[in-house]
């Protein structure tokens, strides 16, 4: 911590610094400059993290204007970035208007370069290898009729049609959305940025707060100006297990007990056949648990 916060004075100069907790394997330092501006400094948990970061604030960010920070500087070697802060707070997570902003934002970061084709092996294999790295960090964690499900969902990706590729932001959740007092909405955190289809950008909203509240998802959708189609419904429900592993396994390793049980409840309602489109919220927890 120390020498990312000798890193971040050498860029803004003399300030004040605060360590911030967070979740995960990155520091994070929030400081406030002489003439009263505030900023924020990170050390990424990986060389992958950093290079996604500073990639989308070099060449995807600028296109959001002041709707997202900006990039002040950063350090490949010390995976360092420093960004500006942005005025908001975060919200409540299950208010309509926030998801309506929401969608409207993030229609706009899918836009700020024209779209790449994919084929569906191309993404196929690209969650198959996601799902054996993160298997592999814990071994031993799910069971193998667990491991054979997610396996097989992934396989079923190949059958989708052709898709477009955006700028993905990879972790679009109302954690990182700050609304400010004129009701604007900002996004943050773009380490988890890439390349990849549309509906990869609600994966975390999918399996998180739209799950049994349709309403969320009509008003995002409403904000976006694009319904679900078909293939893109199916990417989500196949890509849902490979998403809970990933949650699961990180929050094993982060000492996060309640969401590492949340997401095996999601994860065994999948193999129930359930989605977020077609069960009450609160009753599935209830049946699943009477189930087992």
């Known amino acids: 911590m120390r020498e990312l916060a000798a890193y971040l004075e050498r860029v803004v100069g003399a300030c004040s610094v605060v360590p911030l907790d967070v979740p995960g ?14 900023w924020f400094a990170k050390r990424l948990g990986d060389a992958g993290q950093w290079r996604a970061e500073v990639r989308a604030y070099k060449n ?14 950063a350090d490949r070697q010390r995976r360092f970035v420093v960004t500006s802060a942005v005025p908001g707070r975060r919200g409540d997570p299950f208010d309509p208007d926030l998801h309506q902003a929401a969608g409207e934002l993030l229609r706009r970061f899918h836009s ?18 996601r799902l054996e790295r993160w298997l592999g960090r814990v071994p031993g964690l799910f069971t193998a009729d667990e491991v054979d499900f997610a396996r097989a969902q992934v396989r079923l990706l190949e059958q989708l049609p052709l898709q477009l590729q955006v700028p993905c932001h990879g972790d679009y959740k109302p954690h990182n959305w700050l609304l400010d007092d004129d009701g604007t909405l900002r996004v943050i955190d773009f380490a988890d940025s890439r390349w ?22 009509e008003r995002f959708l409403e904000g976006y100006g694009h319904q679900l189609a078909d293939h893109e419904r199916d990417f989500l429900l196949l890509t849902g297990p490979v998403n809970a592993v990933v949650i699961v396994v990180w929050a094993h390793l982060h000492g996060q007990p309640a969401e590492e049980q949340r997401t095996r409840d999601l994860f065994a309602a999948l193999r129930a056949g359930h989605s977020p489109e077609t069960v009450e919220q609160g009753r599935w927890r209830r049946r699943l648990r009477r189930a087992h």
Do not use: C, I
């Open 25 to 38: 394997n990155s520091h994070v330092l929030e400081a406030v400059d002489v003439n009263g501006d505030r």
């Open 196 to 217: 990849h289809v549309r509906a990869f950008d609600l994966t975390r909203l999918y399996y998180g707060p739209w799950w049994g509240r349709p309403k969320l998802v």
């Open 112 to 129: 700020v370069l024209p779209s790449r084709t994919a084929t569906a092996t191309e993404f196929a294999d690209r969650m198959a290898q």
């Open 60 to 73: 995807w960010v600028p296109a959001l204007g002041d709707r997202a920070p900006r990039l002040r500087a």
